[in-house]
């Protein structure tokens, strides 16, 4: 597969069609090429948080300024940020896409087996959208997050398993 | 030096155009018993925050002095931002600590703030200038000029722990206030 043709860069392309002008976030192994790319091209800008719910205080401080924020990290840092999206993103009606890998999704190394089993839920319990991205409908699916991020103002989220971003 | 004088002190010093955010507890109820007004945002919860919103709003609007209003006990929480602050080195990043060694929202327990200087903290991540004053005379003098030179920028000012008595709740609805920020900040319509 050549560099042009893989999923992470049209991954990229759909979030900036999407109207996505602000990246930052937390590295995930899962979401490694598409971080690659944020990082090596200045136009992102790409964030390099040191915790996930710093990140998303950033994207806050982003979006009030009049950006359209996507924050990418790992599942085990999403529940870092329960509080920072309750009392910040959903209070103050911040949107946000999330971009969520997810680790513990079936057999993995042991410390993210509980935290595998429970991310849908612990979106469902926020309150926060999510998808899990489908390798041939993300761009469908980027869209429908991102009429949910703008009609109603709150952060959703794509749920992302290891191997779908190449 | 009492709080509530460094924050009326920094909120009449503050640039033509300059977007401020609050931290959460005394500082931002404080803050808003200055003034209130659609280039203030007050954070009302997410302790630890300020910080990060002021480094995405500060990347998101080079155009525009950004400052933040923040607390030991809040700086303490989120450390590593100050961090982020240095590596990104936002030139309009104008960090305020207001440090009375104590969380004040909470019954006045003891931070850490006394055995860590946070200014130095700063100053080793890699901010610009971090200095820290103890009295109103040198805050006097830290304030004149201080938006002059560029950021990222932290001025801590030492105060001693009480707070402005019968001080208000933030009334505005949260909604609100980032609607009329982003307005404010872009220049366009609230959302």
Known sequence: ?????????????????????????????????????????????????????AAIGSAVGAWLGGRKPAVL?????????????????????????????????????????????????????????????????????????????????????????????? | MKCFDVVRRIAVSLPDRALAVSCNGMISREFHETGDGPDRFFMIGSMGLASSIGLGLATARPDRTVVVLDGDGNVLMNLGTLASIAAA??????????????YMSTGGQRTISDRVPIEAVARSCGYRRAVRVDAERELTDALGGFFDEPGPAMLLCAVEPGNLAG????????????????????????P
């Not at chain 1, 937390?26 to 390099?48: F, G, M, N, Q, T």
């Not at chain 1, 999330?98 to 309150?127: M, N």
């Not at chain 2, 909604?175 to 404010?184: G, L, M, T």
Request: a negative charge; proline letters at 5%; glycine letters at 8%.
């Open chain 1, 1 to 53: 597969m050549t560099e042009e043709a893989s999923t992470s860069g049209l991954f990229l392309d759909s979030l900036e069609a999407a109207g996505y002008d602000w990246f930052g976030g937390v590295p995930c192994s899962i979401l490694k090429h598409v971080i690659r790319r944020l990082e090596s091209e200045p136009r992102y800008d790409w964030l390099a948080a040191v915790r996930e719910d």
């Open chain 1, 73 to 166: 990290m790992q599942n085990s840092g999403f529940t870092v940020c329960y509080n920072a999206l309750s009392a910040l993103s959903l209070l103050y009606r911040v949107p946000a896409l999330l971009v969520v890998s997810w680790r513990g999704d079936g057999p993995d190394a042991p410390e993210h087996i509980h935290t595998g089993a429970t991310t849908e839920t612990v979106f469902g319990t926020l309150g926060i959208p999510h998808l899990v991205l489908a390798p041939d409908r993300f761009d469908e699916q980027i869209r429908e997050m991102t009429s949910v991020v703008d009609r109603r103002r709150i952060p959703a989220a794509l749920l992302v398993r290891k191997g779908t971003l190449t």
């Open chain 2, 89 to 102: 080195g936002p030139t309009n990043l104008y960090h305020f600590v207001i440090d009375n060694r104590a």
């Open chain 2, 167 to 190: 001080v208000g709740r933030v009334k505005r609805s949260p909604d609100e206030i980032a609607a009329r920020f982003r307005a404010a900040a872009t220049g366009g319509e609230a």
